[in-house]
């Protein structure tokens, strides 16, 4: 089989090598793909959002069976495209990637269906947004309404503090035409769990739960960024908390979005947060997350392309999708000052890894036979583990192998999910 990867991310690299394992699998070509991606598969220089140029290789490769990664491809219809030109995709299509692309349109739909997430308003004039936040005071939460890379939602601590945001996405533009609308949510209190799951718009199955780790600094200090590291499964996501999300969360939002005329296949992701109320959803992501999707894969222990097809054909129900009860770690590898200002092209030396180790390559280039940095992200360095902590230190264990002088990582990955075990 010939499979094309949209994306060019640590995310895609895990996907990639998960697919390898299929024996059916003859060649994988990734657009764009990265330099560290390319030990795996034939990288292909096509933007993830040139849905063209995907579309018209795909063809010209008679490519079998397509996976579009990324939330922008989707968001600009990849999925539709490809099925167009008879060629089957994983991924939603168009207009169900929307639960994404809009936070106000993921909102309406919690709010119709009764679904619990927290309190908001949605505004498209800031001065009105700005005499909310009077009104409600802070904590709140400020959130731009389209896609933002993973940085378009500031948790404010003062009013200042929400009205700076305000005034950044809808007067000084920081997020382009993502900030123009925003929604106000009211601040909620708990542990952050990230569920990922697999739904052919009928059936949903939750894949193994992890925890993010959000901000560039150890014990959660510094700028949010797009993730600093992950672990699975989350301490905090019980066998009853489970099963009250499949009931209260996961089947009503897979309903809601069938009753809208926007079937929704792919991967859906669930950004929970435990309150004292109960799960409530504090976003929906239209694919697999980032770096969740690094510490979820290796402990599928069920064929991915497998799994992926059975989605896409509507026969989730009867397909196998088993996962190990090891645990997971991947601590990132970013370049110096990211996510505010960072330099490229330092050169990295990888280790050889092991059994149950991995490395991601989610930003670097290959120059003259050597691999070097570009981006902010640059390594998931990954273990598995029989229990958590054997997962963190195979994982730190990765990442201080690394030759990577211009790269630092958070030292505290996991260690709140380990003091919740402890307790």
């Known amino acids: 089989m010939k499979i094309l990867v949209v994306g060019g991310g640590g995310r895609e690299h895990a996907i990639i090598k998960a697919i390898r394992k299929n024996p059916a699998v003859d060649v994988i070509y990734a657009l764009p793909g990265n330099g560290g991606i390319a030990a795996d598969a034939v990288c292909v220089p096509v933007s993830a959002t040139d849905i063209g140029g995907i579309v018209a290789f795909a063809a010209e490769k008679k490519v079998d069976y397509a996976i579009v990664a990324p939330d922008d491809p989707l968001a600009l219809g990849c999925v539709d495209e490809l099925e167009k030109a008879g060629i089957p995709a994983f991924g939603p299509h168009k207009n169900a990637a929307v639960i994404e692309s809009s936070k106000a349109f993921a909102k309406a739909l919690m709010k119709k269906y009764h679904i619990p997430t927290a309190r908001y308003r949605t505004f498209t004039r800031m001065e009105e947004a700005l005499a909310y936040v009077d009104r409600e005071g802070a904590p709140i939460v400020v959130k731009a309404d389209g896609l933002a890379l993973g940085k378009g939602v500031t948790v404010a601590m003062t009013v200042e503090e929400a009205k700076t945001a305000i005034r950044e996405m809808m007067e000084g533009g920081r997020f382009g035409a993502s900030g123009s609308t925003v929604v106000i949510e009211e601040y909620l209190e708990g542990p952050e769990v990230s569920v990922l799951s697999f739904t ?147 050169p990295i030396t990888l280790p050889k890894t092991g059994e149950g180790r991995e490395i991601y390559v989610a930003g670097a280039e290959r120059r003259d036979g050597k691999l070097l940095s570009h981006g902010g992200r640059v390594l998931g360095c990954t273990a598995v583990g029989d229990t958590l902590e054997e997962a963190v230190a195979g994982a730190y264990g990765v990442a201080d192998a690394v030759r990577f002088e211009n790269g630092f990582c958070r030292r505290d990955i996991g260690k709140r999910a380990l003091d919740a075990l402890k307790k």
Do not use: W
């Open 200 to 346: 052919d718009g009928n059936t949903v199955v939750p894949m193994v739960s992890s925890m993010d780790h959000k901000r560039a600094g150890d014990n959660d200090t510094g700028p949010n960024t797009g993730g600093m590291g992950t672990v699975a499964p989350n301490p905090f996501y019980t066998p009853e908390i489970a099963e009250r999300c499949m009931r209260e969360i996961f089947l009503p939002t897979v309903k809601a979005m069938n009753a809208e005329g926007r079937p929704f296949r792919g991967c859906l992701y669930f950004g929970l947060m435990i309150t004292k109320d109960g799960p409530k959803v504090i976003e929906y992501n239209c694919r697999f997350g980032d770096p969740e999707t690094q510490v979820v894969l290796p402990l599928l222990e069920s064929d991915l392309l497998t799994v992926m097809r059975a989605v896409t054909e509507g026969r989730l129900a009867d397909t196998e999708v088993k996962f190990s009860d090891k645990s997971a770690c991947c601590v990132v590898l970013a370049s110096k000052g990211y996510p505010v200002q960072y330099k490229s092209g330092c």
